[in-house]
């Protein structure tokens, strides 16, 4: 059974960092697509960074430059690490793993709505960002 966790979320002012890390297990498939994604209130779940199995790597516009996108296959955990922080930053960021990789590579999975392309899920850690 797959399972995801998050942590790592928390309150910072604008500039400031913070370091998610999701542990990832039971997923035994060596093909994949591990994300970040981001909801606030009122909206649907956005994609804020892939990694997929192959080591490609792909950003929203939003958040290039600024969080990049790793894991650690020893200790099966994701991270995204949040640099320069914004206030529209804020919200609860998701985990998230899927075997299908089309959503990937070619976009859907950093858009609106990017939710409905991953099939496993974290639980979500809340980040707010003040100015």
């Known amino acids: 059974q797959v399972h995801l966790a998050e942590s790592g979320g928390g309150s910072v002012q604008t500039g400031g960092s913070l370091r998610l890390p999701c542990t990832v297990s039971?997923?035994?498939?060596?093909?994949?697509?591990l994300a970040w994604l981001r909801q606030v209130p009122g909206q649907e779940r956005k994609g804020v960074a892939v990694?997929?199995?192959?080591?490609?790597?792909k950003y929203a516009d939003s958040v290039k430059g600024r969080f990049p996108i790793s894991k650690d296959n020893a200790e099966s955990t994701l991270y995204l690490q949040m640099n320069s922080l914004k206030p529209e930053d804020t919200g609860v960021y998701f985990c998230?793993?899927?075997?299908?990789?089309?959503?990937?590579?070619?976009?859907?999975?950093?858009?609106?709505?990017?939710?409905?392309?991953?099939?496993?899920w974290g639980q979500g850690t809340q980040v707010t960002v003040s100015s």
């Open positions: 998230a793993a899927d075997t299908d990789l089309w959503a990937c590579r070619n976009g859907p999975a950093l858009g609106q709505n990017a939710g409905t392309w991953f099939k496993h």
């Open positions: 039971g997923f035994t498939s060596t093909n994949y697509c």
């Open positions: 990694i997929i199995s192959d080591g490609t790597i």
